[in-house]
């Protein structure tokens, strides 16, 4: 056995805790980072890389087949085959060296193994030949060991092995039917992608699709996918579920509904993987979410183990915003403010502080990748409205504007903004329709920055672009006059 002495021990090599690597290390503290399966984590591997990667052809090709004389260019069906060499691609064939070399050009070390804290600032590694690494931390030990797929309670799921998102976006075979348990956002990412690949998809779903957006976000990719093909079921759950002998799962729904597929995908949320992690060693409890401060830092809630703020939890595993953006973010902070904790220089934990990560309350931008995208940032009515906001809400068409339509021969989509009256800034924004994605970022900056709506209006907007849209909000709250 070995032990070794770092400043900084970071446990999981997902995008989170390389950010935070890089920035303590940039900081001047020596880094070490444990990894047990991927440098790279989930996203690169099993979630946004491929995900978005086998649903772009099928993006591309509907987005030819709304232009008129374009559409005509398109002929025959998706190439399943190279959309998924193109995902291959994307993915590195599985492989991280590149990683590996990225993590030793900015000097940080790497150790491969399971993880596990063992008592205040320090770790033991197990690595895959079963050889043990204790390290040993001067100032923080971070824990960015992610999320894994939550697979519900119901008779039979787990024994089935269903696919979750790492099967589904790792497909290498796609099956002839695929069904799909829940009407979150992989489940309607999955449903996309798998309909453009001929595939019968069924999608079950207790409530309707992509709660917590705006209704008409769910409603409107709902009635694309029920077009393109699929079989939805909402309202309802999996009762039960078996394999036949000849591979085939049989599944019930809870009406009693007999179904039957080649897979079924379970796409029901996430669970912390913090199961095997020597959090009881610190007085935390195995399997949990790790509850975070505004510097990422782990709430002792009295804890003498925890003395000192030692222990940071960064990314998905504190379950404040699971998105591999927001996490990288959290991730710079939490950098940055161990090196600073480190060094004794000043800190800025306040609202928008550099070691803060106030955007995970007012500005949380997502991109659902469906056919039509769903892109969000800030606050629904719905939530404006629980937070006790005195908003004005501004509905508006995006199909009415130029630029929509000649991006597609009948666009179809619909903007939501969502007005502060007091502070008369915007607080929300919620974009559905096709190629909406890349529009978000103006209204993130908007909310973040607190662009006053007066200000707005000389933030003028090309023509003929579909954020043309922005002008079309602001008539509906009001042009401010000379008096205002
Ligand atoms: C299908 C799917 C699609 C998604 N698409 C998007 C998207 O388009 N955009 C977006 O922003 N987000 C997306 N997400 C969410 C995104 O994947 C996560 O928010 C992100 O991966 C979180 O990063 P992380 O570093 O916190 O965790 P992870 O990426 O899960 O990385 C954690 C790492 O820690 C390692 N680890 C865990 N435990 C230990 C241990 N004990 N010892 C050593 N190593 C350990 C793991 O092996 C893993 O490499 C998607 C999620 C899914 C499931
Ligand atoms: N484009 C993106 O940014 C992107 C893409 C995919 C995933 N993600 C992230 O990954 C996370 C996980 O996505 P997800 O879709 O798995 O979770 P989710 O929380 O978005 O959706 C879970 C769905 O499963 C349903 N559900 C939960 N338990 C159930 C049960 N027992 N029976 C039936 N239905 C049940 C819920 O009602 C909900 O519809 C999300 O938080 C999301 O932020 C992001």
Known sequence: MTTRAYDLIIIGAGPVGENVADRAASGGLSVVIVEAELIGGECSYWACIPSKAILRPGAAIAAARRVGGAAEAVSGSINVAAVLKRRDYWVSDWDDSGQVEWLQGVGVDLVRGHGRITGPRTVSVTGPDGSITSLVAHHAVVVSTGSAAL????????????????????????????????????????????????????????????????????????????????????????????????GEVEYTLDDGTALVADELLVATGRTPRSEDLGLETVGLKPGSWLDVDETLRVLTHGNPQLEGGWLYAVGDINHRVLLTHQGKYQGRAAGDVIVARAKGLAQDGGTWGVHAATADHRAVPSVV???????????????????????????????????????????????????????????????????????????TIAIVGEVPIARLWHAVPAFPTMSEVWLRLLEAYGRPTAED
């Open 151 to 246: 697979i519900p309670d119901v008779p039979g799921l787990a024994e089935i092995e269903p696919w979750t998102s790492r099967e589904a976006t790792g497909v290498q075979t796609v099956p002839k039917r695929l069904a799909i348990l829940g009407g979150g956002v992989v489940a309607a990412e999955m449903a996309t992608a798998y309909v453009s690949f001929g595939t019968e998809v069924t999608l079950i779903a207790r409530s309707g699709l992509l709660g917590g957006l705006e209704p008409f976000a769910g409603e409107a990719v709902l009635a694309a996918l029920r077009e393109a093909g699929a079989s939805v079921h909402l309202g309802r759950s999996i009762a039960s579920a078996s394999r036949t002998d000849a």
């Open 369 to 443: 990748f469906s056919d039509p995208e769903v892109a969000s940032v800030g606050l629904t009515a719905d939530a404006a409205e629980e937070a006790g906001l005195r908003v004005k809400v501004l509905d508006y068409d995006l199909g009415a504007v130029s630029g929509s339509g000649l991006h597609a021969d009948g666009y179809a989509g619909q903007v939501r903004a969502i007005v502060d009256l007091d502070r008369e800034v915007l607080v929300g924004m919620t974009l559905v329709g096709a190629d909406v994605a890349e529009m978000l970022h103006a209204a």
